[in-house]
């Protein structure tokens, strides 16, 4: 699959993932396989075999022993990568914290997947949702293009001076991870010389610098400093991926923002959605305007950090949005993006009415007819008098 | 979104279905359109029914939902007519394709299968009787090749060609080209 010309290929979201991993050609991986994801490490593990790739590969045994072994990796001084989904995903929860505070630029694959029970291996995004406060920038990708394009650009992201964080870039499981579909993948020696050679900082194979990583920092020491340090950094992160996607513009041609914005300049409703439905909705967009109705959309690309001036500046001015999450939050009033939203929208004067809708959990399929009857709740809402009710509406639950 | 053709794959597992699916958006690939394949993923039982889409088109394809309403349906084993509802969503003008022995005319009365276009190929036989399996998918995309109208017969030889040229031995290759042209030339309408 080495590729001198930038070219099509035919690839599954899986193995859009490994082949920019490849073109990257980090220091080290280490994974272990899951669902929906097990192909990324998989081909991957193939290309280490091939001698495709100078990698050193660590198969772990366990997702938590994974990102542990990627921490002392990306400690050491090592460009390091990982790939999991879901449970996996879950299972490396404490050390996920960790390699945000360590500030190791540590980029990982997500494979979104609904974490049980009951027991389900299907697409939804409660995995990357319930790891938004550990730290990790968080990118999610709508198709193959995206999964290729994120994940180069990630390396460049996490490794940039005003940032130092681990980012994690996400793909909707099964319906871009298994789906067969187009990617335009850049040369390998375009992406060489894209993502630069890795320039550790303070690594601890630096025997003549020594320094101590992980200490206990405790009552009087600079925990809570550190954790505002975290928070600055996240807020580089804004300006830096918008600079990066800029730069990556003019090597691939394909410009992505930290949102995605579509027909919201006047439009009087819009809806909110994340990874692969976007285009459905930008469908049913197009369909609406035809008949006259001013609807938009906006596609969440970083949800951390979130950049909330870009949601009030593209749709700040409507009467009502739809927020639709592929995960919840129980209890909260509504899914992750929800809340993220609405309170970006909190300080517009006039103030958009924000509506929560849940749809596509444990992998339920979403079709046109949904997002219209989304679209037809929005309308409703903009033209009462008085407020709409604000509780979820599911979109597709079974009625029996 | 004119430009758009949805194929909808019926088959049951270790059939091939969604090989052939993704065979079709690969072809499609050499033909500079735009495609998509997937499967509907569920519990992987060898002869349990499964189901698989192709989308193409000649605009980038931006939905990634299942397919509701197939313009054409592909049925690689004739026992599903009997089980699931193959043509649902299908509109009025779908083309039908099934895996059969038997011409299009007696399919419908066997299965009690009204409206659609109707087509019927010996897959089975004609993939024991030229790759030596019983393996119905590569005559099926033969016989789709013709009806659907959607590249030539040569882009599939050609991606045969190159594609299984790197994974099988060259009797394999032949068998499965000579297995394709067969079905593309066999395939009965009414």
Redesign the interface.
């Known amino acids: 699959m080495t590729t001198e010309q930038a070219t099509?290929?035919?690839v599954t979201g899986n193995e859009a993932v490994a082949e920019a991993m490849r073109q990257v050609n980090p220091d080290v991986v280490a994974a272990y396989p899951i669902t929906p994801q097990t192909e990324i490490v998989q081909i991957y593990a193939q290309f280490v075999a091939d001698g495709k790739v100078d990698t050193e590969f660590i198969t772990a045994e366990s997702e938590h022993s994974a990102m542990s072994a990627a921490i002392g990796s990306a400690a050491a001084g090592a460009r390091t990568m990982t790939a999991t989904s879901s449970q996996g995903f879950a299972l490396m929860w404490e050390l996920l914290f960790v390699a945000a505070s360590y500030r190791l630029p540590i980029v990982m694959a997500n494979v979104n997947r609904a974490l049980s029970g009951p027991i389900n291996?299907?697409c939804d995004h409660s995995d990357s949702m319930g790891g938004r406060d550990c730290g990790w920038i968080q990118l999610y990708g709508e198709?193959h293009q995206e999964a290729y394009d994120n994940h180069v650009m990630a390396v460049r992201i996490a490794e940039h001076a005003d940032v130092r964080l681990p980012v994690m870039t996400m793909i909707?499981g099964?319906?871009?991870s298994?789906?067969?579909?187009?990617m335009e993948s850049l040369t390998d020696a375009q992406v060489q010389e894209f993502v630069g050679p890795y320039r550790p900082i303070h690594p601890m194979l630096d025997s003549k610098h020594p320094v101590t990583v992980g200490p206990f920092d405790g009552l009087h020491g600079f925990y809570m400093e550190h954790k505002a340090t975290q928070q600055q950094a996240m807020e580089r992160a804004s300006r830096v991926i918008d600079e990066i996607a800029a730069e990556y513009a003019e090597l691939s041609g394909r410009r992505y923002g930290l949102i995605d914005a579509y027909r919201t300049e006047d439009a009087e409703v819009a809806i909110v959605v994340v990874g692969?439905?976007?285009?459905?909705t930008?469908?049913i967009v197009d369909k609406l305007r035809a008949k006259g109705v001013r609807a938009g959309c906006v596609r969440v690309r970083a949800f951390r950090p979130f950049p909330a001036a870009e949601y009030a500046e593209a749709i700040g001015h409507c009467k009502v949005v739809g927020v639709m999450d592929r995960s919840d939050s129980f209890g909260a009033q509504g899914g992750q993006v929800f809340l993220e939203v609405r309170s970006a929208l909190y300080d517009c004067d006039p103030r958009p009415q924000v509506l929560p809708f849940i749809y596509g959990l444990g992998?339920r399929?979403?079709?046109?007819a949904n997002i219209e009857q989304a679209f037809t709740v929005l309308r409703d809402a903009a033209k009462r008098k008085t407020k709409t009710t604000v509780e979820r509406r599911y979109l597709n639950l079974r009625e029996e | 979104?004119q430009a758009l053709t949805e194929i909808r794959w019926h088959g049951r597992g270790g059939q091939g279905a969604v090989t052939a699916a993704?065979m079709v958006?690969?072809v499609a690939?050499g033909q500079k359109k735009?495609?998509?394949?997937?499967?509907e993923?569920g519990p992987e039982r060898s002869g349990a029914p499964i189901v698989a889409f192709t989308r193409i088109s000649d605009e980038p394809?931006?939905?990634?939902?299942?397919i509701?309403n197939p313009q054409i349906v592909v049925v690689l084993d004739p026992t599903l007519l009997s089980i699931v509802d193959v043509t649902k969503g299908a509109p009025e003008d779908a083309i039908v394709l099934v895996n059969s022995d038997l011409p299009p005319a007696k399919l419908r009365a066997k299965y009690h299968i009204e409206g659609h276009r109707l087509f019927s190929i010996a897959a089975t036989r004609i993939a024991t009787e030229t790759i030596g399996r019983p393996i119905p998918n590569t005559p099926m995309v033969g016989a789709l090749t013709r009806i659907a109208g959607l590249f030539p017969l040569a882009s599939v030889v050609d991606f045969l060609r190159a594609d299984f040229g790197k994974k099988f031995p060259p009797k394999v290759v032949e068998g499965n080209i000579e297995a394709i042209t067969r079905s593309y030339e066999e395939v009965q309408g009414e």
Request: glycine letters at 10%.
């Open positions: 099509i290929l035919a291996i299907h198709n909707d099964y319906v871009i298994g789906a067969i579909g187009p692969s439905t976007a285009g459905t930008r469908m992998g399929d979403i079709f046109p | 979104m993704k958006a690969e690939l735009y495609f998509q394949a997937f499967p993923y394809i931006q939905i990634y939902c299942g509701e």
